[in-house]
T-cell receptor, first 112, second 115 residues
Framework: SQQGEEDPQALSIQEGENATMNCSYK?????LQWYRQNSGRGLVHLIL?????REKHSGRLRVTLDTSKKSSSLLITASRAADTASYFC????????????FGAGTRLTVKP | NAGVTQTPKFQVLKTGQSMTLQCAQD?????MSWYRQDPGMGLRLIHY???????DQGEVPNGYNVSRSTTEDFPLRLLSAAPSQTSVYFC??????????????FGEGSWLTVV
């Protein structure tokens, strides 16, 4: 079964708006990562947040982590058409950090 | 720096045929893995390796074999292809030996169709 589950499955916004995607997971983790996948391409790492961190920023990305709720959110501010892609969260299992599990992803469409 | 290279990009197989998906990385990463991605689902881990000569099963290993004779290469073998193995396959690598806290680098994917 998948460790991470993203919500919503699909999101459509206008350029300039903010996009928020959520990820929930089931078991304790060491860290949580967010990845982006353009259509027909491989995944690209965006940002990592460790289990002892609550918030992290990278450019227009803001990630939060709430380990008590087993959830994370990815905020993309001032979205651009080029941000159109699928976004995945990935978590390792605290019992086996060689086993990274990915959610089904959120498909983000940013309309120009 | 080529990163993670997968071949072939596209392949059509008949049920029962065998084939090997090749994966090579030039970043001297100890950790390599194979995932499959199906519509509406995330990536599911098939097999992984923490170094040459060491492999282990992931979430969905049945029907696949791997070997790791060198640090650079991690081929994935389909023993007897089935339509359920129609998917997009991604090879990935990371440094050092565990994924925890380390960026995973992905190949561009191999689209496999089994008819």
């Amino acid at each position: 079964s998948q460790q991470g589950e993203e919500d919503p499955q699909a999101l459509s916004i206008q350029e300039g708006e903010n996009a928020t995607m959520n990820c929930s997971y089931k078991t304790s983790i060491n860290n949580l990562q967010w990845y982006r996948q353009n259509s027909g391409r491989g995944l690209v790492h965006l940002i990592l947040i460790r289990s002892n961190e609550r918030e992290k920023h990278s450019g227009r990305l803001r990630v939060t982590l709430d380990t008590s709720k087993k959830s994370s959110s990815l905020l993309i501010t001032a979205s651009r058409a080029a941000d159109t892609a699928s976004y995945f969260c990935a978590t390792d299992a605290i019992y086996n950090n060689n086993d990274m599990r990915f959610g089904a992803g959120t498909r983000l469409t940013v309309k120009p | 720096n080529a990163g993670v290279t997968q071949t072939p990009k596209f392949q059509v197989l008949k049920t029962g045929q065998s084939m090997t998906l090749q994966c090579a990385q030039d970043m001297n990463h100890e950790y390599m893995s194979w995932y499959r991605q199906d519509p509406g689902m995330g990536l599911r881990l098939i097999h992984y390796s923490v170094g040459a000569g060491i492999t282990d099963q992931g979430e969905v290993p049945n029907g696949y074999n791997v070997s790791r004779s060198t640090t650079e290469d991690f081929p994935l073998r389909l023993l007897s292809a089935a339509p359920s193995q129609t998917s997009v396959y991604f090879c990935a690598s990371s440094y050092p030996t565990t994924f925890s806290g380390n960026t995973i680098y992905f190949g561009e994917g191999s689209w496999l169709t089994v008819v």
